[in-house]
Each structure stands twice: as C-alpha cells, then as structure tokens.
C-alpha cells in the first residue's frame, strides 16, 4: 500500500473549516484514499473515503487532486468535539489499513 | 444496530501468561481486523479474518494468533506475555474484505503486562 505522509499536528479556530492535506504520490491506480480519526483513548471513527472524485457526507468534504497524488479533508465547521487525530491511509483491495503517525488537530475555542 | 464489542475493555496479566480477546463485530459484517496501537510504534495490523480463514498476516511474531467463528465473532490469542505487550488491542469490521467500504472499529481492549 502507498505511504501518506500528513503533517504532525494543526490548530483550527471553532467554527472555522479545518483543511488537513495528505501527501500520497505513490498511491496506485486501484488504491483509495481513506481518513479516519481518533479521539483520545476511543477506536479509530471512519470519516471518508474516495477514489478519485471529490467526495461529501455529512462529516466532512475530501478532495483529491486530478493526478490524485494528494488529498485535503475538509471540516467546514469544526467544533471542539472534531479535536483528534486524523489518519490519512491508502488502501487496496487487501484492506489491511495502514496507519501512519496522523495530523494531531486541536480546534480552540 | 450494536456497534463492535470488544471484550474484555481492560485487563491485566502477568509476564509468561497468555491472553485471549474477544470481538463481536457488526450484525451482517464478515470480516474482522486486528489492531495493536501502542505509544511508540502506533497502530499496527495485526491479522484479518474473513469466513474462518486468515486473509493476512502482520508482521507480528507467532506468539500472536487469532481465529475467526462461523457467526463471525473473532478472538485473538497472546501467548507467553512480555511487558511490550501491554498495548490497546482494536477490532475492526467490515462487510468485505474485497469491498473498499468503512470499517468500524470497537473501543479496544487495554492490556497490561506486568
């Protein structure tokens, strides 16, 4: 599976978007761009995943670059709830999810 | 519908032992993933389950093991404790393990090797 590579930590005021990038220029033609995150001392929550098209739910927006070598997830409104750590994975068809060391976000108040 | 759970949510043993986790993942989910995340080396695959059978394997010594039951509950297995052991062990489920959907994670089991 490709490797990401994700800034160690960021700071977002509450109620302002939250734009973490995500570097994955190894990724391959069949591999999907996932974010994940966790809050302290609880298991990974499943935010969103893509291909290649940009993508929506009700938690947040991910966009990734037409080459598809990065990505940026967006939390259009974050709260001090959305504090946590974000894991940016690439994944196959083999699905064994690959974490590296995350984006610690700290929305402040 | 019931979320992962995983049992017991903490647990404490002593070096030599050996330990076994449960995880009952989500009503119609088929696959199960293993998980160890300690401070230093972070989240690592363990194994993942699939229809009773091994799908893939961590790099992750024999001491290490796990099965998976015919109504898709799984178990991991720890042999002779060592002090890095102590780690909180994750589940995950998933519907497939050839579909790319979400899998969801349990809340873990806290193990302490002493």
């Known amino acids: 599976d490709a490797k990401t590579t994700q800034p160690p930590s960021m700071d977002c005021a509450e109620g302002r978007a939250a734009n973490l990038p995500c570097n994955h220029s190894?990724?391959?033609?069949?591999?999907?761009v996932y974010w994940y995150r966790q809050i302290h001392s609880q298991g990974p929550q499943y935010i969103i995943h893509?291909?290649?098209n940009n993508e929506t739910n009700e938690m947040a927006s991910l966009i990734i670059t037409e080459d598809r070598k990065s990505s940026t997830l967006i939390l259009p409104h974050a709260t001090l709830r959305d504090t946590a750590v974000y894991y940016c994975?690439?994944?196959?068809?083999?699905?064994?999810?690959?974490f590296g060391s995350g984006t610690q976000l700290t929305v402040l108040p | 519908k019931a979320g992962v759970t995983q049992t017991p949510r903490y647990l404490i043993k002593t070096r030599g032992q050996q330990v076994t986790l449960s995880c009952s993942p989500i009503?119609?989910?088929?696959?199960v993933s293993w998980y160890q995340q300690t401070p230093g080396q972070g989240l690592q695959f363990l194994f993942e389950?699939?229809?009773?059978?091994?799908?893939n394997k961590g790099n992750f010594p024999g001491r290490f093991s796990g099965r998976q039951f015919s109504n898709s509950r799984s178990e991991m297995n720890v042999s002779t404790l060592e002090l890095g052991d102590s780690a909180l062990y994750l589940c995950?489920?998933?519907?497939?393990?050839?579909?790319?959907?979400?899998?969801?994670f349990g809340q873990g089991t806290r193990l302490t090797v002493v």
């Open positions: 190894t990724i391959s033609g069949n591999e999907y």
């Open positions: 893509g291909l290649k």
């Open positions: 389950y699939f229809s009773e059978t091994q799908r």
């Open positions: 995950a489920s998933s519907l497939s393990p050839v579909l790319n959907t979400e899998a969801f």
């Open positions: 994975i690439v994944s196959g068809i083999r699905r064994q999810l690959t």
């Open positions: 009503s119609g989910h088929r696959s």
